[in-house]
């Protein structure tokens, strides 16, 4: 019997192949490529990634991390110039205002591709412990990794030093890409080489592909479209898929602050027009993800920098209510206590509003396209678990490309392309309807809700098992809380 290599990928074991069966599928790659390089109206690829932001480029270094995709032809599709030129980092800089909470699950994801390396060489700050209240004073949960026997709870990292080691890690990586600085203007499925008429002019190499015209005029061939376009995505529209989903009427305030002592926990105090979070960015930074009502939102952009300072300060700690009492549920060790933040002494960024809303798309794919990241589904940002789920979808799309390519199937087909779908979707759906559920519970002010929140909160805090599981799964391990 031949020996057999296990593909060990985000710590799980995706698939177990014989070096036969891997040696058969690139000759098969090379054989497919050099049959195919002959098209003269376009070049051909065998993926295109439309959309080069960290979900795009994590989707990419995916597939070249992978011994059975690395030799697959990627185009990336995106006008950002930070992908010609790559981003310039400068440690002195003050920390950009957009940020985000990296979970457990995605630094796994990160090490496996090879790119957290880059990520811990600028400034990130790792956290291990999270305090969670209510305005009211009625309840408040304390979460520390220990609870679930880890090191951490998550990571705070700006999305341009996510997203430069990921181009990066791409630019170092021996693998077949090609960036188009350019927008999709258009999208079509080739005729198969069964219903090609006397009139058609496609090249015979590009039957039955995805043909995409491009803003610079040129033109390019793909078995498999990816759309990580953000969720006004073209790919998704030009592939006529709909979705569903409501605007907030919040909007979120970010920005970066300055303390006196460093921040090492992540802060969130729910307040009647929405939460706040103080996340530690490193050394005595930390960023403001501030929601509230879209007027509030521009009067607190506008208002000067020390009226700011004053309304988060007051926001985290005595305004709105006042602070929970450890005593009152039992409180039994010193760092389960309700604690203070640090106070923000300085306004060090710009402040920038974005307005907030929940979209799902109805199908994540279709005859040679799929959608990962914002294409596919948005999220209220309280849980910071946007771009997570984003890099989830990454992960689980190049695994199920190559489980493809192990068996000669054709990526492009919507029937392989389902069992990302399948997977990807329970997964979302889940959080977004545990995200969606808190959004609304905390729009109304009312005396017995405001009870039963407060209860919540003081339930994940005593029981312990209660609390593993709601870590466990906000730190990526897509087990469902409470019956894990």
Not at 92 to 102: A, G, I, Q, Y
């Amino acid at each position: 019997m031949p020996p057999t290599v296990l593909l060990i990928f985000g710590g799980k074991c995706c698939c177990k192949y014989s070096q036969n069966d891997i040696l058969i599928s690139l000759l098969l790659q090379q054989f497919q490529q050099s049959k195919t390089n002959g098209s003269t109206n376009g070049d051909q690829y065998d993926i295109a990634i439309v959309g080069g932001g960290m979900v795009g480029m994590a989707m990419a270094c995916s597939l070249a991390s992978m011994p059975l995709t690395k030799q697959l032809s990627i185009a990336i599709i995106d006008r950002n110039p930070a992908l010609k030129s790559g981003t310039s980092i400068k440690k002195v800089d003050f920390p950009d205002p957009r940020v985000s909470t990296v979970t457990p699950a995605s630094i796994s994801f990160f090490k496996d591709i090879g790119a957290w390396d880059y990520v811990q060489q600028h400034r990130h700050a790792y956290f291990d412990k999270m305090q969670v209240w209510d305005y009211t004073g009625l309840g408040y949960t304390k979460y520390h990794a220990r609870d679930v026997s880890k090191e951490l709870l998550g990571c705070v990292v700006e999305n341009k030093v996510l997203h430069s080691s990921l181009f990066s890690c791409l630019q170092k990586n021996d693998c077949r890409k090609t960036i188009h600085p350019a927008n999709l203007t258009s999208m079509s499925l080739q005729p198969s080489s069964s219903s090609v008429g006397m009139a058609d002019s496609s090249s015979p190499s590009s039957k039955g592909l995805a043909k995409l015209e491009l803003s610079d005029g040129s033109r390019l061939y793909a078995k498999l479209v990816v759309g990580a376009d953000g969720s006004k995505s073209e790919v998704r529209n030009l592939a006529g898929i709909k979705e569903s989903g409501q605007k907030y009427s919040q909007n979120a305030i970010i920005c970066t602050v300055e303390h006196i002592v460093e921040n090492r926990c992540a802060w969130q105090r729910f307040l009647p027009t929405g939460p706040i979070a103080l996340l530690p960015i490193g050394e005595k930074y930390s960023n403001i993800v501030w929601t509230m009502d879209p007027k509030e939102s521009l009067e607190r952009k506008l208002i000067s920098e020390d009226d700011f300072v004053k309304a988060v300060n007051g926001a985290l700690d005595y305004g709105y209510g006042p602070h929970p009492k450890s005593s009152l549920f039992g409180e039994f060790s010193a760092s389960g206590c309700f604690e203070v933040p640090p106070k923000v002494v300085k306004l060090v960024s710009e402040r920038m509003v974005f307005p907030l809303s929940i979209m799902h798309a109805d199908a994540y794919v279709a005859k040679r396209v799929a959608l990962i990241g914002d294409a596919a589904h948005t999220v209220h940002p309280l849980a910071g678990q946007g771009v997570n789920l984003g890099f989830g979808d990454a992960f689980a799309l190049s695994k199920v490309i190559a489980d493809g390519v192990a068996v000669g199937s054709d990526i492009g087909e919507v029937t392989l392309l389902k069992k990302f779908e399948v997977e990807r979707r329970v997964a979302n759906s889940t959080m977004m309807t545990i995200l969606d559920g808190f959004q609304k519970a905390y729009t109304v002010d009312f005396g017995p809700l405001n009870i039963l929140r407060a209860a919540a909160f003081n339930a994940a805090n005593l029981i312990p098992p209660l609390k593993r599981n709601i870590i466990s799964y906000a730190s990526g391990e897509m087990r469902f809380p409470l019956f894990a």
